[in-house]
């Protein structure tokens, strides 16, 4: 069973960018469906971007055109590059199997998006 383990979150203006960072350990990425989700305050969390196994990517259409989904296999993680931060992109990003796997979640990391 994989573990995540996320990084990267801060605080940034809007219009400005991240990129968060999900460590895999137990698995390597290549073998997985990786799914970014988010959690914002007082809200469920959902799912916004998928990378599969393929290499091919999925965005909801909340982020779509502006967040970007990436693998290193050498450093066997996952990442998320979001552009154009707006303040409803703040919240707690998590990355886990997809569709996820309640035993697996992470701390998250989180992401505020403020002037």
């Known amino acids: 069973q994989a573990t995540f383990v996320e990084s990267g979150g801060g605080l940034v203006p809007p219009g400005g960018s991240l990129k968060l960072s999900c460590a895999v350990t137990?698995?390597?990425?290549?073998?997985?469906?990786i799914g970014w989700y988010r959690q914002a305050t007082e809200k469920t969390r959902e799912v916004i971007a998928i990378?599969?196994?393929?290499?091919?990517?999925q965005y909801e259409d909340p982020v779509k055109g502006r967040f970007v989904v990436s693998i290193n296999n050498g450093r066997n993680q996952a990442y998320l590059q979001m552009n154009s931060l707006q303040p409803d992109d703040s919240g707690v990003y998590f990355c886990n199997y997809f569709p996820s796997d309640d035993t697996t979640w992470g701390r998250g990391t989180q992401v505020i998006v403020s002037s």
């Open positions: 137990g698995a390597w990425v290549t073998d997985l469906d």
């Open positions: 990378i599969r196994q393929d290499g091919t990517a």
